[in-house]
């Protein structure tokens, strides 16, 4: 008779459940990175647009309308900066909770496990006590036997 945990579809479900909750936690995790690239890319964007604009400030007259246009474009980036960040935060904390959730399917796939490593290893010592029986027994047949 071959060892059966009556709870394998239920265990099955967890590791399912597990692998999606991991997953999705690595997928927030590429978010995450992507949006703080985009802030430093934001950021650099804004930085180097400033530090263009002082210097063509020191070398020679501007427009209003370039200056303008510049004062806008700076604005714009640091809104986006802005904007970013704030994403990036409510990202951090549904990376949190993400989290939480896995590390809770995890805990009950690992209980399941382990529940099945404690049946399985009272089936094995079932077997070996069947199987002592039935050695014992024959060895008092052949003993009535002589």
Known sequence: MAFEFSL???????????????????????????????VEQTHDARMHLETSARRQLRSRLIPAVELQYLAASCDTLGRRQQQLQAALLQLQDEITVQARRYQEERRQREALESLRDLRFSEYRLQQQRRQQAALDELFLLRRKQV
């Open 8 to 38: 394998a579809a239920v265990l099955r479900y967890r590791q399912g459940l597990e692998q999606r909750a991991r997953l999705r936690l690595r997928s927030l995790h590429a978010r995450r990175v992507a949006l703080t690239r985009e």
